[in-house]
Nanobody, 121 residues
């Protein structure tokens, strides 16, 4: 069983910054891609940032230039540094990992439970 736990969310003023963290625990053999998604009220969940095992990154246009995704492979963690936050970025943020629990298993998707980020004055 693998668990992903996000931390670092909360209330921030417009223009402020937050750093989200997500830690994976449990039976983990290898982790491939790691991502951050977000879902605003009434909207679909959307991909915000992606990082491959080798460190290649990709960002949604809406966060490009203001967000940085990074990972620590030794600690099975992924981070999202968000700057110049806007009120319409208020959402629940989810981390996602594509991982292998053991060498004989198949690659599978694993999601965190989500963490609230509120951008408001």
């Amino acid at each position: 069983q693998v668990q992903l736990v996000e931390s670092g969310g909360g209330l921030v003023q417009p223009g402020g910054s937050l750093r989200l963290s997500c830690a994976a625990s449990g039976s983990i053999f290898s982790i491939n891609n790691m991502c951050w998604y977000r879902q605003a009220p009434g909207d679909q969940r959307e991909l915000g940032a992606f990082i491959s095992r080798g460190g290649s990154t990709n960002y949604a246009d809406s966060v490009q230039g203001r967000s940085t995704i990074s990972r620590d492979n030794a600690k099975n963690k992924v981070y999202l540094q968000m700057n110049s936050l806007k009120p319409d970025e208020t959402a629940i943020y989810y981390c996602y990992m594509n991982l292998l629990s053991d060498p004989s298993a198949r690659w599978g998707a694993c999601w965190g439970q989500g963490i609230q980020v509120t951008v408001s004055s």
